[in-house]
């Protein structure tokens, strides 16, 4: 994350949200190495929907005298705040991340870092009369489709909307296989929008994918 920071302008107090924190276990690290050991001045924000996993976590944060850090019992598409600069979603299910990335769109964040979990909603779409049926015939593979075009769409609107992306492997296979992370960093330069919602609409006519929730949240 440290790499990452270094690329957007914290000389005043960063407002942090992660999206879906559940037992808080990347809201505390990050937190406590953001400010303790790299000294940014930061608010961190913990959104979860499960109350029980919210009031644990305010009590830890009490506890270690993180004054910064709280949690809050929300349902993420209901979030709302006047000003977010970092967006954080790890492992947010299915449609979840795609509400995450869009918070982070809607509230013009400095980053969005996230870290995609399964990907029904496309898979559910992809037809089986796409030009690419050979590819998608065996479950294994189409899964494995659905998540680079899941991800892949998502990471266009995000460049579309002025964000540089990269996306990358953020830990080993033997670890886990949803170690894909996607990270956008806000150059509020909106180029080629035309370009890309054509190269979106290419990818979902090629695989007969009918929508993709981040695009229809985006409109």
């Not at 608010?43 to 830890?60: A, F, K, P, Q, W």
Request: glycine share 4%; proline share 0%; with cysteine.
């Amino acid at each position: 994350m440290s790499h990452w920071f270094e690329k957007i302008d914290h000389s005043t107090k960063l407002n942090i949200v992660d999206m879906g924190s559940g037992k808080g276990y990347l809201t505390f690290a990050l937190y406590d190495y953001l400010k303790n050991q790299l000294r940014i001045n930061v608010s961190v924000t913990g959104v979860e929907l499960r109350e029980n996993l919210v009031d644990l976590c305010n009590e830890i944060s009490l506890d270690c005298d993180f004054n910064d850090l709280q949690f809050i019992s929300k349902d993420i598409r209901d979030f709302s705040a006047e000003e977010i600069d970092v967006i954080i979603a790890l492992h947010a299910c299915d449609t979840a991340t795609d509400l995450a990335i869009y918070k982070g769109i809607n509230a013009n964040a400095k980053l969005i870092v996230c870290a995609p979990c399964c990907h029904k909603q496309v898979r559910k779409d992809m037809g089986s009369k796409s030009q690419f049926k050979a590819l998608t015939k065996h479950g294994v593979f189409e899964e494995r489709q659905a998540e680079m075009l899941t991800d892949t769409i998502r990471s266009l609107l995000m460049e579309r909307e002025g964000f540089k992306t990269k996306v990358f492997e953020f830990i080993s296979n033997e670890h886990t296989r949803k170690n894909v992370m996607m990270v956008g960093h806000n150059t509020n330069s909106k180029k080629n929008r035309a370009k890309i919602n054509d190269e979106v609409k290419q990818l979902k006519d090629s695989f007969n994918i009918q929508r993709h929730e981040l695009e229809d949240l985006l409109s």
